[in-house]
């Protein structure tokens, strides 16, 4: 290939069928990437589980790399955020990202101007950046609530789609802002918001793009994102929109003595507004060890969803539009320009001093791991999909490998998002096989992973009530004390298959901060907790989450 030639995921004239058919083989992948080792032993994609009778008993699922990813970034695109693409690209590629998603703020400059300047930026990007996967999204206004990041895979109609989207659906160019439980656009304007899903799924359906996936952005930031809402967007279309942030970005607001003495990690520093859904409690609007309360409450609102028995992906990211302490600041408009008549803001500009923001670059702070096994766009969007995640913050850990299988059967067994089924009273062995950071993070600490929790709900079907956040047989059943272990090593944990079909998932901490979860302490003796305000150094209270494993009981 010579240097005016563009790579196939870079040529707009390259057909779909061409472009990323099965991802990268094995042996392309080592050749072109070398970012994988031996250990990418590559089974065949995994097929979705059908229904539970005519499945067989046990699973095999297929050996998996986890690819680091950030699916909510920021640049010159986007009226509030400061940075070139080339800036975000590079800064990713230093903290070890794989894949990452420009998810720019809709706006009226962006959809006329700044989608389709933006994509010829994608795709410089991606001809310059041939070890990443740089997708095209877009930051969705959801109608009645907050933000969703939306991304198609490469193609020639990813930028038409998103901008079709955009006029059509969002919530802030169509004024349907509106979300209160006594609002009376509330109702459509939550219609719209499920009207718009199912629009994308047919986009998807019919070919008209190859994929394209929806996850909530910052979920509890403001109380708007009630739980039938969730509910209502996944029921929409379940393999579109997939999950939301588990931990939102802006992580680095509350350093001490930054930017101020109300200053809550991931900036959820809100009270409830006439938009805000009622039934969340105060302690909803901040979070828990960094965590969004949804996600961090042990027995709470994701986990009355996958109580369910239906997977929700968590995911984290840098939400970056800002560094904490860098130096760059915006550049100057030119007379008459403005975001609407140009769709970009000017580029920044380098100072000697640090400016205002609360981000952390991508991959610096905040990592989500996806499993796959392949190299390649549509491989990390379906790695997404079937919940191979998970996540981790402060680079706690360097690898997380997570099985679960009957002891009975000598495959594989089955990993995360995955489904294991099982006759009542089998035993069944949880594997978890942890590799413990091995080099100081960016920050210039060691981390150490002090504690692994395995976390149980049990599953009752759809709720009655889709507006309740509580999985009352949710709870902490196993706490793994791994303080001062090195290298890889691997924890089996002894399960039985009950009455009931349940799931299980994973969490834990370098151990400095936890107490008694929201829930109390019967259900979580050590969960996450709020920080004080204005003191919440993220580097020295970091976490790890996974997706969860399902577990049918025959019967049950």
């Not at 439980?181 to 629009?199: G, S």
Request: with cysteine; charged share 20%.
């Amino acid at each position: 290939m010579n240097d005016q030639q563009l790579p196939a995921w870079a040529d707009p004239s390259v057909s779909r069928a061409e472009l990323d058919p099965q991802g990268l083989s094995r042996r392309g992948l080592l050749r072109r990437t070398g970012l994988f080792g031996a250990a990418f032993a590559l089974g065949s994609a995994a097929v979705p589980a059908a229904a539970a009778s005519s499945r067989p008993f046990g699973g095999d699922d297929p050996r998996l790399a986890y690819l680091v990813g950030d699916h909510h970034v920021h640049s010159v695109y986007s009226h509030d955020a400061k940075y070139t693409f080339d800036q975000v690209v590079k800064a990713g590629a230093e903290y070890g990202v794989d894949w990452l998603v420009f998810n720019e703020h809709s706006n009226f400059g962006h959809a006329e101007f700044g989608a389709k300047l933006e994509h010829q930026e994608i795709l410089k990007a991606r001809a310059a950046n041939p070890r990443q996967l740089i997708f095209q999204g877009l930051e969705w206004y959801i109608p009645g609530a907050e933000h969703c990041t939306v991304f198609a895979a490469p193609g020639p109609h990813e930028v038409d789609l998103l901008t079709k989207f955009e006029l059509a659906y969002d919530g802030k160019l169509l004024g349907y802002a509106a979300g209160g439980p006594t609002h009376p656009d509330t109702p459509r304007n939550e219609a719209h918001a499920v009207k718009a899903i199912k629009w994308l799924a047919e986009q998807r359906r019919t070919g008209y793009v190859d994929d394209v996936l929806v996850l909530a952005n910052h979920p509890l930031r403001l109380g708007i994102d009630s739980p039938h809402e969730m509910r209502n967007w996944r029921d929409a279309a379940p393999e579109i929109m997939i999950g939301v942030e588990g931990a939102p970005g802006a992580q680095g607001g509350a350093i001490p003595g930054w930017r101020g003495p109300t200053s809550i990690r991931g900036e959820y520093e809100n009270k409830p507004s006439e938009n805000s859904w009622p039934g969340y409690p105060a302690d909803a609007y901040v979070t828990y060890g960094g965590f969004d309360w949804m996600t961090a409450t042990v027995g709470g609102l994701w986990d009355a969803m996958l109580a369910e028995g239906r997977l929700f992906t968590i995911t984290t990211n840098s939400d970056v539009h800002r560094v904490v302490f860098d130096t760059w600041k915006n550049g100057d408009w030119l007379p008459g320009q403005n975001f609407d008549n140009t769709g970009r803001l000017p580029d920044p500009v380098n100072t000697t001093e640090p400016q205002p923001g609360g981000d952390f670059w991508p991959g610096q702070f905040s990592r989500t791991h996806v499993g796959v096994t392949r190299y390649g766009y549509r491989s990390v969007m379906a790695g997404l999909r079937a919940g191979r995640v998970w996540l981790d913050h402060g680079h706690l850990l360097d690898g997380l490998e997570v099985r679960l299988r009957r002891d009975c059967d000598h495959g594989r067994g089955v990993t995360l998002g995955g489904r294991l089924r099982v006759r009542k009273g089998e035993r069944l062995t949880l594997t978890v096989t942890v590799t413990s950071a091995s080099r100081p993070n960016p920050q210039g600490i060691l981390p150490e992973l002090a504690h692994v929790d395995v976390i149980r709900g049990a599953v009752r079907g759809p709720a009655a009530d889709r507006d309740t956040w509580r999985a009352p047989a949710t709870r902490v059943v196993t706490t793994k004390d791994v303080s001062g272990r090195k290298g890889t090593y691997t924890l089996r944990i002894p399960l039985t298959a009950g009455d009931e079909s349940f799931y299980v998932r994973l969490r834990g901490s370098d151990g400095n901060r936890h107490g008694a979860g929201y829930l109390g302490a019967s259900v979580d003796p050590h969960g996450p907790l709020p920080h004080e305000p204005g003191n919440g150094d993220p580097w020295a209270d970091t976490w790890f989450y996974s997706n969860p494993i399902f577990v049918d009981v025959k019967g049950a």
